[in-house]
């Protein structure tokens, strides 16, 4: 059964960085796609970012385009979000969540109710 687990979050001043890390255990995260969420209080979840199986794939929400980086490391059965120039309106509940599709390449982010697992979040919070 796969888990994962997020890390990473703090507090940053605006444009500042972090890295956030979803960490999987109980089964290889090479078998899914990952993507990044995060929530704002009072706002629906929403898609920041996903990485294809082989990582070869990416997509970013307009809103981070340019300043997110999504990356894997399979080996480590880890995905990390390095988020750049951070701004407050990124401060969110930041979650990861696995997508178990092989042919899932990252051309839109899969709905919500579709992932196979997700972490409990990990908070960002972008003010000075």
């Known amino acids: 059964q796969l888990q994962l687990v997020e890390s990473g979050g703090g507090l940053v001043q605006p444009g500042g960085s972090l890295r956030l890390s979803c960490a999987a255990s109980?089964?290889?995260?090479?078998?899914?796609?990952i993507v990044w969420f995060r929530q704002a209080p009072g706002k629906e979840r929403e898609g920041v970012s996903c990485?294809?199986?082989?990582?070869?794939?990416?997509n970013y929400a307009d809103s981070v385009k340019g300043r997110f980086t999504i990356s894997r490391d399979n080996a480590k059965n880890t995905v990390y979000l390095q988020m750049d120039s951070l701004k407050p309106e990124d401060t969110a509940v930041y979650y990861c969540?696995?997508?178990?599709?092989?042919?899932?390449?990252?051309?839109?982010?899969?709905?919500?109710?579709?992932?196979?697992?997700w972490g409990q979040g990990t908070q960002v919070t972008v003010s000075a």
């Open positions: 109980g089964f290889p995260l090479n078998y899914y796609a």
């Open positions: 969540a696995a997508f178990g599709h092989p042919q899932y390449y990252c051309s839109a982010f899969a709905p919500q109710h579709e992932y196979d697992a």
């Open positions: 990485i294809s199986i082989s990582g070869t794939d990416t």
